[in-house]
């Protein structure tokens, strides 16, 4: 019986050793990965690569739809012609006339300025809200201003608004080159009605500068008769306003998109801006480069040529001879010697910023921009 028992033991144990071999050499074999090894119906090949042979595979299993669309079918339009249609705008002024000019009113009378946002132009939207409080007699007084003429600034609006001053009291009033704070301080003053100040693109062209901001910024908080209704087009008209002009105009925006062209704008700046910048100017683009490079040119120049400068817009419409320049710069303390001021001269003639003609007094030195420009 001890005989037998040993025997079984010595079988069993190599039977067991065995089978481990055998499913350890079964393992090896199928976690070995060779080229030929994985293959799945032809959606990815023996081959290893970049991985684009599998989306090919899979493009193949699509195939292109018979169906064709006729280009009859397209509803092709020109780039002008797409936005809303015409009835649609026309139905959205319509709306604006109806919803927002009660409004607006309401906040006119309160002193509150309105500023016009949105896409599309606004020129037709305000000058229909400036003939509607044009039309009954106790109405404001509604003065109109084109911010994006190239001449518009807050002075002109000043003379505007001066001649509405009773005439018993223009004799006293200040003249127009005075400081802007004593302008402002008689319109105050002086002005016994309301009046509405309303301001196309008060981010144009003619606006823009941080003085006619100022100024239009201290009409609106400082004249209790004279409130401003003005459009923005620019959509970064905000960066004009710092937080304390901000505080001065304290507006409500109003969001009116009109998705309305700016042919009126486009067609003013074509007639009007292009060829008023420089004398004898052809291109407006090359009138408004002269006009940067004069205004960067100016404020490099020293004390003594800006001097120069004035006494050369003193003379303007007559104009002056080097001589003359010369003694009036050196009365002045501008200039000691004629090289020094002609290598000022040669600096402006150089930017186009002067220009010489020749007289029977000699050659008369005058600057190249317009009276309005200086």
Known sequence: MGTKRAGRRRVSKPAKKKRAGSEKS??????????????????????????????????????????????????????????????????????????????WREFLK?????????????????????????????????????????HASARLLIKELLALTPS?????????????????RALDRELDKKVVVVIHSIDGAGLRTSENQGALAKIASECSNVVLIASVDHVNAPLLWDDHLWHLFDWCLQNASTFDSYAAERRFSLNHGSHAFIKGSKTGTSDERKVRGAMMLLRSLSTNAHGIFRILAENESVGVTEQRLFDIGRSRFLTTSILGLRSILTEMQTHDLIQTTRTDEGNKISINLQPDQL
């Open 26 to 103: 079964k393992l090896n074999e199928t976690t070995t990965f060779d080229d030929d090894v994985i293959e799945d119906d032809g959606a990815i090949s023996g081959d290893l690569d970049d991985g684009t042979s599998y989306f090919e595979s899979m493009d193949s299993k699509y195939r292109a739809s018979s169906k064709r669309v006729e280009s009859d079918d397209l509803d092709v339009r020109e780039e002008h012609e797409l936005g809303p249609p015409a009835k649609g705008m026309e139905a959205l002024k319509d709306h604006y006339t109806q919803a927002f000019f009660p409004r």
């Open 110 to 150: 309160s002193n509150v300025s309105i500023l016009v946002t949105g896409l599309g132009s606004k020129y037709q939207l305000l000058n229909e809200f400036a003939r509607q409080l044009d039309g009954p007699a106790d109405a404001p007084a509604v003065v109109v201003v084109n911010g994006f003429n190239p």
């Open 168 to 184: 018993s009291s223009r004799p006293s009033l200040p003249v127009l080159s005075s400081p802007i704070g004593s302008l402002v």
